[in-house]
């Protein structure tokens, strides 16, 4: 064990410094042993060995010298960060405390006089080599904690980005599916419309044929006359005069719903535009609304009372992600039946945007915790807890802020506040 101890010793290297080669020579055999030794015996000399290679663990240096004194040597040692943290004994005849107080101040860890006991000389270096070392290895696992707290900071923000895209991924799927609803509802009366057409039109041919047969006829008898009319009768010429119409018009209105769909829809993701520009909230609103329609039909009524506004500078598409947020929330606050009102108005030099509901509220201690990511009372696979963190990342990026106030069991009031100018550091993003 000891010889263990005296090997990971004899890593460790000193640097003697003196402009007495007597005392250089004893120093060095005494400790050569243990250690391995460098040597220097001027200020010069021992600066250059301190940058270099071998880095010494520790120097041992003489206060008085010619040229450069000890003080000198530890001031440059000092100020240079590759040397700035070799411990330096001082090892002096001077006896006094003066300057030994000196020597301590300028950054020495001890002092020694000469002539000292050459044990005692090995004991202060044992001491402080330890104390060096325990220093090194909590530098280096400061080192390595911080690069862990920056590894873990990384790995943390990647997720949360795959859960934002999971998250964004969940809510274009749960649209598509309400989309696919709403165009599929025209899609299918218009089909059927088609067919009834389909089996009219056959009627309708099929009397034009018999009318074709009887004028080929040469003498055209009473008998056939009563059975054009008969035929008429039967295939109800008349009735489908009227419905016929009906159902063009009926499926026109089908298929002129799933154009406006399509155009909203276009709205809504503002035809893949990403960019900063004047836009008027009502219109991401109303268009917003009719996507989510599905969402709110069954169980809300939206009132909408639209006051006077601006268009405004902003991302419009991703105002209108903020409006759906806030009202898919408000839709789920609504158990059974409930209002949704969507109020609207500008104080200069800010517009402002508001959705009230009247359903289950939110309870006090909830109230400091809705922005942030990840908070949800919502079940396992219901709410990702991330759209209001969402939403207020975007209101904020258009220099802005979302108000709240709710009573639990009441309902709650969500005020979106924007610019209509947003500062200029926003909008050159
Ligand atoms: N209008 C509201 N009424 C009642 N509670 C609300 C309302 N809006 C938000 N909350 C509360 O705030 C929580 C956080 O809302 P947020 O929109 O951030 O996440 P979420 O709706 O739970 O999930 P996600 O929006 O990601 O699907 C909700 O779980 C709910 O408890
Ligand atoms: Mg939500």
Redesign the pocket.
């Known amino acids: 064990m000891e010889s263990d101890k005296q090997s990971t010793e004899r890593q460790a290297t000193i640097l003697l410094v003196d402009d007495e080669s007597i005392n250089l020579s004893v120093f060095g055999q005494f400790l050569a042993p243990y250690y391995q030794i460098l040597v220097a015996t001027n200020g010069q000399r021992a600066l250059q060995l301190a940058g270099g290679a071998p880095k010494p663990d520790l120097i041992l240096l003489d206060v008085m010298m010619p040229d450069m004194d000890g003080y000198e040597v530890i001031g440059q040692l000092k100020a240079d960060p590759k040397t700035g943290d070799i411990p330096v004994i001082f090892v002096t005849a001077l006896t006094s405390d003066l300057e030994e107080e000196r020597g301590l101040s300028l950054g020495a860890v001890d002092y020694l006089y000469k002539p000292c006991h050459l044990s005692i000389l090995l004991a202060r270096i044992k001491t402080q080599l330890e104390l060096k070392h325990a220093r090194d290895w909590l530098k280096n696992q400061n080192t390595y904690l911080e690069a862990e707290v920056q590894r873990r900071h990384q790995e943390n923000q990647s997720v949360h980005l795959q859960l934002l895209q999971s ?1 964004k991924l ?2 274009i799927g749960q649209l598509a599916a309400g989309i696919a609803h709403e165009i599929n509802n025209p899609i299918g009366f218009v089909n059927s419309n088609l067919n009834t057409l389909n089996g009219y039109l056959r009627d309708v041919f099929c009397v034009v044929d018999a009318y074709n047969a009887a004028l080929a006829e040469k003498n055209f008898s009473e008998e056939a006359l009563q059975n054009l009319r008969t035929l008429k009768q039967t295939k109800q010429l008349d009735y489908l005069r009227g419905d016929i119409p009906e159902l063009i018009a009926e499926s026109m209105e089908g298929l002129s719903r799933v154009r406006d769909i399509i155009q909203d829809l276009k709205d809504f993701a503002h035809a893949d535009k990403n960019d900063w520009e004047l836009a008027d909230l009502h219109k991401g609103l109303d268009s917003t609304l009719n996507i989510i329609n599905n969402e709110l039909k069954y169980h809300c009524t939206v009132h909408k009372q639209y006051g006077e506004m601006p268009e405004i500078y902003c991302l419009p598409s991703q105002l209108n992600q903020v409006f759906m ?2 009202l ?3 839709a ?2 609504i158990d059974t039946k409930g209002d949704i009102h969507i109020s609207t108005g500008c104080t200069e030099p800010n517009v402002w945007v508001e ?1 009230r ?1 009247n ?4 309870a006090p201690e ?1 109230l400091p ?5 990840f ?4 079940p396992v696979g ?10 207020q990342n975007i209101v904020r990026k258009h220099g802005g802020k979302i108000e ?1 106030s ?1 009573q639990l069991g009441q ?2 009031r ?1 005020r979106v506040w924007l610019p209509i100018r947003p500062p200029e550091s926003a909008s050159a993003e």
């Not at 359903?359 to 939110?362: A, L, N, P, S, Y």
């Not at 915790?369 to 990511?373: A, D, G, K, T, V």
């Not at 908070?375 to 919502?378: C, H, P, R, S, V």
Request: aromatic share 8%; hydrophobic share 40%.
């Open positions: 998250e969940a809510a947020n806030l898919i929330n408000a789920h606050a959705i509901d359903g289950k509220g939110i909830n915790r809705l922005f942030e990511p908070f949800t009372t919502k219901k709410g990702t807890g991330l759209g209001l963190s969402v939403s709240v709710s309902g709650s969500f």
